[in-house]
Nanobody, 119 residues
């Protein structure tokens, strides 16, 4: 059974840093495009960052550019989200997602991990 398991969330002060991890129990992890999304209370889920399967190129939402970094370790089947200079508006449940070959969008989702940034 394919699973995405996030970890690393918690409570952090504004200006602080947190690193999220997502361990994927999939075969051929390097063939998946991986991404992070977030959903704040009362808001729709939004894209945060992604890393493509081919070459590992990365892309970000404008709201996190320069502050967040997505990376992947294909040997460990893990994708990370390093979040720096956190702001209260970054408070949300963060979800890991995977897009398999042949899919036009993300088709696998984790359960989410809460990140709360206090002012």
């Amino acid at each position: 059974q394919v699973q995405l398991l996030e970890s690393g969330g918690g409570l952090v002060q504004a200006g602080g840093s947190v690193r999220l991890s997502c361990a994927a129990s999939v075969r051929f992890f390097s063939s998946y495009t991986m991404g992070w999304f977030r959903q704040a209370p009362g808001k729709e889920r939004e894209f945060v960052a992604g890393t493509r399967r081919s070459g590992g190129s990365t892309y970000y939402a404008d709201s996190v550019k320069g502050r967040f970094t997505i990376s992947r370790d294909n040997a460990k089947n893990t994708v990370y989200l390093q979040m720096n200079s956190l702001k209260p508006e970054d408070t949300a449940v963060y979800y890991c997602a995977a897009q398999g070959l042949g899919y036009s969008d993300y088709n696998l989702w984790g359960q989410g991990t809460q990140v709360t940034v206090s002012s």
